[in-house]
């Protein structure tokens, strides 16, 4: 209880930074609107221009819950990774979750289109696809460690069955029409937009159930930092914990990865950030604090990606690595080692 008080004063000013964020995201966009008439939409008051009320509750609303969303779900995939592997480089897709969704995806829209089947492409039809492959993946993965003791040599079959996809991928790539091939280019970079608020409550509804069974893994999680023997004398049952952590990382990383495509970094790089400023070990506190370290990181990042006034907004995936990869060059020149 001591150590909890004594990071109070952290987690007030991020929380505080996570509301400035979120106000500032919903303020930029092609359309200049008034924080004062943002503020009144958000508090259910009437504004100078009906237009301004709808862009903001479908548009810019939509896609600031949407980075909340994936920076909290991927920030925890890569807590759960990092403490399971005991590797401070295991990111949430590790275990070839979002190369699984990437096949999925790149089976209907280039497989579909050199077999000559016509599929309607939306979002929504993404959202299933790039589930279907990853739930794929997942049970493989599932099954693979249910037959293997050794923890790290379930991160290696992990890694390959990535490497596998990829390459289904590439021979994919190679037969498939330059349009196609562009479509599934620009949906690798990663959105957090144009989603409906019934899509935003089913992910919602997912990622709470991925963080819920985190929660109830925080005891194994502290156990398995010592190494799997101690867990285990401690009286942790390592399958059901290690199939826990799995399961609560593939709601997590699969669900994001269908919805929004495959959005890099912030898994990887948000837990060490958050250890310079919460220096402790005990997931007790570890998992608040890259829930609201992953979600600020997120809006910030979206936030870059819309220049103000300007009718282009930037791929994602690419402002997430270009924020985030030097800030993890200094973290390594600076500390020698990742804390981990």
């Known amino acids: 209880m001591p150590a909890v008080r004594s990071y109070k004063i952290p987690f007030i000013l991020f929380s505080l930074l996570l509301l400035l964020c979120f106000l500032t995201n919903i303020s930029m966009g092609s359309v200049r609107i008034p924080f004062s008439q943002i503020l009144s939409v958000l ?11 709808y862009i903001v509750l479908n548009y810019r609303l939509p896609k600031a819950v949407m980075a909340v969303l994936t920076g909290a779900g991927l920030a925890v995939s890569g807590l759960l990774m990092q403490t399971l592997f005991r590797n ?18 790149a089976i209907l829209i ?44 379930i991160l290696i079959i992990g890694l390959m069955f990535g490497s596998i996809t990829s390459a289904v991928v590439g021979v994919l790539s190679y037969f498939s029409s330059a349009e196609k091939l562009q479509q599934y280019i620009f949906w690798s970079f990663g959105s957090l937009g ?9 992910l919602f509804i997912i990622l709470s159930t991925g963080i819920l069974m985190s929660i109830a ?12 023997n101690y867990a285990r004398s401690m009286g942790t049952n390592i399958r059901q914990s290690r199939l826990l952590i799995i399961g609560a990382t593939s709601l997590l990383a699969g669900s994001i990865t269908a919805f929004a495509g495959p959005v890099a970094f912030i898994g990887l790089a948000v837990p060490h950030l958050t250890r310079q400023v919460f220096n402790t070990t005990n ?7 890259v829930i609201l370290y ?27 690595s270009i924020v985030g990869a030097p800030v993890v060059i200094w973290l390594l020149v600076r500390k020698k080692k990742m804390i981990f």
Do not use: Y
Not at 131 to 153: E, H, K, N, P, Q
């Open 43 to 53: 508090l259910g008051g009437e504004t100078e221009k009906p237009s301004w009320t």
């Open 88 to 105: 401070p480089l295991a990111g949430p897709f590790v275990l070839g979750i979002s190369s699984g969704a990437s096949l999925g995806v």
């Open 110 to 153: 280039m497989g579909a289109a050199t077999l000559g089947i016509s599929v309607f492409l939306s979002s929504t039809v993404f959202a299933i696809a790039a589930t279907a492959g990853s739930f794929l993946v997942l049970l493989a993965v599932i099954s693979v460690s249910l037959r293997v003791r050794d923890t790290m040599a």
């Open 194 to 202: 144009n989603m409906s608020w019934n899509e935003l409550l089913l």
């Open 217 to 228: 893994a925080l005891k194994s999680l502290n156990a398995l930092l010592l190494g799997e």
């Open 283 to 289: 997931h007790r506190i570890l998992l608040p604090a």
């Open 294 to 320: 992953g979600a600020v990181l997120m809006l910030i990042c979206d936030t870059i990606a819309q220049w103000p006034a300007s009718e282009h907004t930037m791929p994602i995936n690419a402002i997430t």
